[in-house]
């Protein structure tokens, strides 16, 4: 759309009026700008004359908004603040970033992404990676990880890997259990996570087994979830990927062969608007090459 020169009010005029709106004060408005007094009085009377309206009220010793000024001063300060974050994300855009905050889930974080943090920092020293696992990331985060399906809107999706359950448990509390077959977890209480239910049922549907009925404790994520598998409170059902740690220094053991149960997946969602930004997609391309990548004993710099 075309607007004529006339209607559209110079940046330095709006500046000089909010300042003075804000401090009620020529002077005090100058000294904030670095302006004389009278720079930024002529400012504001250039401002007042392109809106057509007196936006002060001017006496000997004081500035007072008028209604309109007041109601105009709302609308220039929120014109004023997204103009100043737009151009603060085009220059970032333009050097690139050097900084990229990740919201991911604290078990995929601690268990998965920190063993192979030295590795993304060889190879990209100059950005610094800032990872959220609760809900502070919530606005601040330029890109999340899901364990299923993303719920935000207009995202780039990049899968990571998927996630095989296997039942396990302590092996004190294997062996005085006996458990053998799937009818031998009837002797166990079952160990479940309140944010992943029906992982029990989806197992024995997928095994062909009849499930058995036995007391069950809830936690509220993976990580109660595996302390509980390892103190021996019960046989807990978990990915593989996130307890390799438990599994090979024989804290759990699981139980069954080849009947793991492929159930959602990790996956990274990147804002539509962010993909291209050469520091996002850096951080994508290594996250996605990492799952293809085993981990390996990594000396701190």
Known sequence: MDFPRRSIPSVAGLVAFEATARHLSFSRAAEDLCLSQGAVSKRVRQLEQVVGVPLLARTRHQVCLTDMG???????RQLLEDLEV???ALRTRARG????????????????????LQRYRDAHPDITLEIATGSEAEGIADCHIHLGRPHEQDVVVYPLFDLDWTPVASPALRDH???????????????SQ???????????????SEPVQT???????????????????GVAILPRALIARELKAHD????????????????LAVPARLVGDPAITGFAQWLTSETRTPVR???AA
């Open 215 to 233: 007391a069950t404790i809830t936690f509220e994520g993976f990580e109660l979830a595996i302390a509980a598998a390892i103190a021996g409170h």
């Open 97 to 116: 970033r050097d900084r990229i905050v990740l919201a991911s889930p604290l078990s995929f974080a601690s268990r998965w992404l920190v063993p192979r």
């Open 86 to 88: 737009n151009t603060e």
């Open 252 to 267: 759990l053991v699981a139980l069954f062969q080849g009947t793991d149960l492929n159930e959602r997946g990790y996956q």
């Open 297 to 299: 004993q990594i000396r």
């Open 70 to 76: 007041r109601a105009y001063l709302a609308q220039i």
């Open 177 to 191: 259990l006996a458990i053998q077959a799937p009818s031998d977890l009837s002797r166990a209480r079952r160990l």
């Open 194 to 208: 309140s944010d992943m239910t029906g992982l029990w049922a989806a197992w024995f549907a997928m095994t062909g």
